[in-house]
């Protein structure tokens, strides 16, 4: 499985932000995970959370995509 974050995907809409990831398997399956905040940085963190608790991604990485 491939996983893809980029903090630049971060968008407003109406009155939040969104900030999504999509993750694709090798048989082409794909699924999509997005988050909602007051700002970017709530949204950011959101979903770093997020794909810490499904294990998408370790504490190491999500601190080296947000620091």
Partial sequence: MELYI?????RCYANSYTA?????????NHATISTT???A??????LMGALRE????????S?????
């Fill in 6 to 10: 980029n903090l630049n995907w971060t």
């Fill in 20 to 28: 999504e990831a999509i993750a694709w398997s090798e048989n082409g």
């Fill in 37 to 39: 905040g007051k700002t």
């Fill in 41 to 46: 940085e709530e949204a950011d963190t959101k």
């Fill in 54 to 61: 499904l294990n998408l991604l370790s504490s190491e990485a």
């Fill in 63 to 67: 601190k080296k995509l947000i620091g």
